[in-house]
C-alpha cells in the first residue's frame, strides 16, 4: 500500500488502527459520540418495551438484524420497536463510517462540525421513514410493507404526531423527529 493509505489507516486523533470496531464505538474524533447520543434520543421517544438505551457494541451492530424486543409484562413481541431499534443502529452506524472516510479521504482529517453531524443523522433517519411511508403503496405488491408494522414502528418518534392524520402514510408529511430539529439555517437537510 502506497504512504498516504497506509496513514490513513491511522487515527491522526489517537494513534490506533482505525478497524471497524474503532470507528464505530470508541473514536473521540466528532461524530460517532454525537450521533450515537441522538439515536439513544430517539430511542427513548419509544416506551413501550421500557428498554433504556446504551451506545451499542461493535456485535449489536453487526447484529442489530436479529434483536428481539419483548413487552417486559407480557413477553409479547414488539415488532415496532425492534424494527426501530434496527433501523436506528444501522443507519446511525453506517452515518459514521461515511463521516470518517469523507473526514479522511477528502477533508484531510478535519472533522464535521456538530450541527452538520446532527442534520446529517436527521436526514437520513427521516429518509428513511419517508422510504418506509412510501413502500406501503399497493404498487410494490409482494414487496409492499405492511401500515401497522410502519406505524408501530415510527409511532412516538414523530413531531406533532398528535395533529397528523391517522393514516399519515397516505400523504407526505414534512415533520420531524420529536425534539430532533436541527439548525435554523441547516433546516433544508432536516426532512
Known sequence: MSQELQEQAICRDFGEIEDVNHILTK?????????WKLAGELWGKKTESGIPWRNPTIGDILGCRLARIKEQTTKKLLLGEARLRKLIIAHSAYLI???????????????????????????????RRELDRRMTHQRYEVKTLSKRLVLQTWKGVLADEGELPKDWMDERISGVLVGMAGSSRDEGCVG
Open 97 to 127: 463510517w461515511t463521516l470518517r472516510c469523507e473526514r479522511v479521504i477528502s477533508n484531510n482529517g478535519r472533522p464535521f462540525p456538530e450541527n452538520e453531524i446532527r442534520n446529517r443523522w436527521l436526514k437520513a433517519i427521516n429518509n
Open 27 to 35: 473514536c473521540q474524533t466528532p461524530g460517532q459520540e454525537l450521533i
